[in-house]
């Protein structure tokens, strides 16, 4: 667990440390240093291409201009001082090595937010989107990973709601809710919002199984409260028994939490809502509303005569 939790916090905090620094003041480019980057990118889908905003903030972060070379994932691997790299997940980032770029990158490194070879500093996984290459394919599927109580989680399901009961929902499209939670065996479950959200986890992924067809219609009662204790009245309103639902909490319920936080570890996801398209693609909600037919997560569009909902995550 300490090393998924390490992977969360690399996630979380290297982002925001280039970020930070994009309010420096520069220094004019006739007197900038160069960096040299490498952005290893998908040529399959445009998450996987170079984010202007992290190059950008890279920059600042050196005080260098970056200079910046594009290659695919093929072109990389014919060189040999870049052939032995990890490319499950693209883009790749790489700086090339020199005195003054080491130095500005020591507490990165020693905090493992970064890595080094011989030859350049080594960014991997510093994008909020892009492409897991070596995963398996699902066709047609969005999987929406969503804390039960997060707000923004809410906001995704929502949308879902909204599509079906409006007929925009693509009828050759898949959505599958997943679960943002931690597990410890000696400490056992965890979540953002405390244990009353991981419990609806649990609910939820019952339903999911014994009352498919139902899921959604629960979540359209539910998610009027989505904090409130009764949950029982949700079911209810949505023709589920509630008893049938926890005689198999603390047994089968439990495991299919735990399957949850394990598949959530392997795609390293810790904000809610997060959009994982066809098990390959990781999107946020702007990017999500650009895959066909699913225009209606766009989160700045006004629903059912409503203010436009805002955009952010858990």
């Known amino acids: 667990m300490k090393k998924a939790l390490s992977i969360l916090l690399v996630a979380a905090v290297a982002v925001p440390l280039w970020a930070a620094t994009s309010q420096q003041k520069a220094t004019p480019k006739n007197k900038q240093a160069q960096a040299q980057f490498i952005i290893v990118e998908s040529g399959e889908y445009k998450s996987g291409q170079e984010d202007a905003r992290l190059t950008a903030g890279l920059g600042q972060f050196l005080g260098m201009e970056p200079v910046v070379t594009k290659m695919t994932q093929l072109q990389a691997l014919q060189d040999e001082t870049l052939a032995n790299l990890d490319y ?20 990165p490194l ?130 589920i028994d509630p008893k049938k639902i926890m005689k198999k909490f603390d047994t089968e319920g439990l495991e299919l939490l735990k399957a949850e936080a394990a598949y959530g570890e392997e795609y390293n996801i810790n904000a809610s809502p997060t959009f994982l398209w066809e098990g390959k693609v990781l999107l946020d909600f702007g990017s999500a509303s650009q895959i066909e037919g699913f225009s ?18 858990c």
């Not at 499950?88 to 507490?107: A, G, N, Q, W």
């Not at 890595?115 to 080594?122: C, G, L, P, R």
């Not at 599927?141 to 007929?167: D, H, L, R, T, W």
Request: some cysteine; charged content about 25%.
């Open 88 to 107: 499950s997940f693209l883009p790749l980032y790489l700086i090339k090595k020199t005195d003054e770029v080491r130095s500005k990158m020591e507490l």
């Open 110 to 239: 020693k905090q493992g937010i970064v890595q080094e070879t011989a030859d350049y500093i080594v960014l991997a996984h510093q994008t909020r989107m892009g492409v897991y290459t070596q995963r398996e394919a699902k066709p047609n599927v969005m999987e929406i990973f969503v804390m039960s109580q997060c707000p923004y989680g809410v906001m995704a399901e929502n949308a879902v709601i909204e599509a079906k009961k409006n007929g925009e929902f693509p009828k050759d499209k898949i959505v599958k809710l997943r679960y943002i939670v931690s597990y410890d065996p000696a400490k056992g479950f965890s979540s953002l919002h405390g244990s009353a959200e991981w419990e609806e986890d649990v609910r939820q992924l019952l339903i999911a199984k014994y009352y498919p067809n139902k899921l959604w219609q629960y979540l359209s009662v539910r998610n009027q409260d989505y904090r409130s204790s009764r949950w029982d009245k949700a079911m209810e309103a949505a023709g």
């Open 296 to 313: 209606f997560l766009n989160p700045s569009k006004a629903r059912g005569g409503a203010a436009a909902a805002p955009t952010g995550s």
